[in-house]
């Protein structure tokens, strides 16, 4: 073989590796581009999608309190929202109709402002009504309230100014009207001493109901040495001596002493707690 025709076969095999190459080359490009294509619709996509994804939250967040505030325009016109039953439960003096009274809450009220101005019909209801001690609204159905309240004691009746009153647990006064006086405790001797019969009344008041239930009669009767004494007449023949600014405390003491009394007499509670019969009090 001579030279020339080893040239033409190397030339031959250059040019099938350079078209081979020029192919692989092609090859890639296509590849590239299409990736390229392939890339750009992707995030072309993602682009719309999180378009979609902004523009369905901006009209979400128009609709949904529009929506909010058209159903809450149309509860308050609607019957639904207006109260139909009305429960007062915790009352013991007190009627159910006093207590709603009182408290300015009825029948065909709007339920929401009932419940969004407690603090409101509590003040309303105790300046109305002194033997109101609290009072609560609660939502026991759609349409449906209960009142729950609790109350001062009436703890007797006392002449004020010249006509009976009754007295409450928390000092302050109302009229007797349909309640029988004979039997309530008498209160005596609190004439121009208003502080000392409110504070007497507020003891009183906060004792447990079955020492409350013993007692009769109570008198303001100061002494020299004690102007804040006070003498409770029990409906067990006793008499109880006491200052009216540690009654609650001491009257607490008189079940367990009036039990060992073997005879009625005189139960001291002013400055200790010690008992005599009234054979053997000093005249």
């Known amino acids: 073989m001579n030279s020339d025709e080893k040239s033409n076969q190397e030339h031959q095999r250059y040019a099938r590796r350079l078209a081979k190459l020029e192919a692989q080359s092609a090859m890639a490009f296509d590849r590239r581009r299409r990736y390229q294509k392939q890339g750009i619709g992707s995030r072309v996509k993602g682009i719309k999608h999180a378009q979609q994804i902004s523009n369905t939250r901006r009209v979400l967040s128009v609709l949904i309190p529009f929506v909010i505030i058209l159903l809450l325009a149309l509860y308050i016109v609607s019957p639904?929202?207006?109260?139909?039953?009305?429960?007062?439960?915790?009352?013991?003096?007190?009627?159910?109709?006093?207590?709603?009274?009182?408290?300015?809450?009825?029948?065909?009220?709007?339920?929401?402002?009932v419940l969004s101005q407690q603090k409101k019909l509590e003040q309303t209801a105790k300046k109305a009504n002194p033997q109101i001690k609290s009072l609560k609204v609660s939502l026991t159905d759609p349409q449906s309230i209960r009142i729950k309240v609790?109350?001062?004691?009436?703890?007797?009746?006392?002449?004020?100014?010249?006509?009976?009153?009754l007295l409450i647990g928390n000092g302050r006064l109302s009229p007797v009207k349909n309640h029988s006086i004979s039997n309530f405790v008498r209160y005596a001797g609190f004439e121009h001493h208003e502080k000392i019969m409110q504070q007497t009344a507020r003891q009183i008041g906060s004792l447990p109901s079955a020492i409350r239930a013993g007692i009769s009669e109570v008198t303001f009767a100061p002494t020299t040495s004690d102007a804040k004494r006070l003498?409770?007449?029990?409906?067990d023949g006793n008499e109880i001596l006491v200052r009216s600014d540690n009654l609650n405390?001491?009257?607490?003491?008189?079940?367990?002493?009036?039990?060992k009394m073997k005879e009625n007499g005189v139960v001291d509670l002013q400055y200790g707690a010690f008992s005599y019969s009234y054979d053997n009090q000093d005249e």
């Open 150 to 165: 609790t109350e001062y004691p009436i703890i007797g009746v006392i002449e004020h100014n010249g006509v009976n009153q």
């Open 231 to 235: 003498r409770i007449y029990m409906n």
């Open 80 to 113: 639904l929202s207006k109260i139909t039953s009305i429960q007062v439960t915790g009352n013991q003096d007190l009627t159910a109709a006093k207590v709603e009274s009182a408290a300015q809450i009825k029948k065909g009220a709007l339920i929401w402002r």
């Open 249 to 259: 405390q001491k009257m607490r003491y008189y079940p367990s002493i009036a039990s």
